[in-house]
């Protein structure tokens, strides 16, 4: 009986973890709502934009936002050189241009004329992601594409 227990709990919290609305998530990170406020606060405040687009039944996206962009110096980073937005990749309002074929993919925006910096897809491990984001951000400040 105990077993039964534990293997109801285990798929239980495995079906909440892969299933789960990643939305939670990147509010408590303080991330935007929508494409078009992102858009526009990047803007106001002359940084990048950071998409982060994924689907609600990916492991990867989980894992990426999980063990990824849930880092406290990673999110701090993120905060202060970007304006970051998560994305439902069939469910949100974005640009189709950026609509990737795989997920999850981070797509980083020059918001003055929206057009594409750099994309990373798939899972980072934290130390590759803060080098990704510290190139990026170089990027966006040298105005290169």
């Given amino acids: 009986m105990k077993i039964l227990k534990k293997l109801l709990l285990l798929g239980v919290f495995t079906a909440t973890f892969l299933y789960a609305s990643p939305s939670e998530l990147f509010q408590s990170l303080g991330y935007s709502a929508t494409y078009k406020e992102t858009l ?69 925006v020059n918001p003055n004329d929206e057009s594409i910096i750099y994309q990373s897809y798939g899972y980072k491990p934290k130390k590759e992601f803060i080098e990704i984001l510290t190139e990026v951000n170089k990027m966006f400040k040298s105005g290169a594409k």
């Fill in 40 to 108: 526009n606060k990047a803007l106001k405040n002359k940084k990048p934009m950071m998409l982060v687009i994924s689907e609600k039944t990916c492991p990867w996206c989980r894992k990426l936002e999980n063990q990824t962009l849930k880092r406290k110096n990673i999110n701090q980073f993120v905060q202060d050189n970007f304006i970051a937005v998560g994305l439902e990749k069939n469910d949100d309002v974005y640009p189709k241009k950026f609509t990737p074929q795989v997920v999850p993919t981070v797509v980083f």
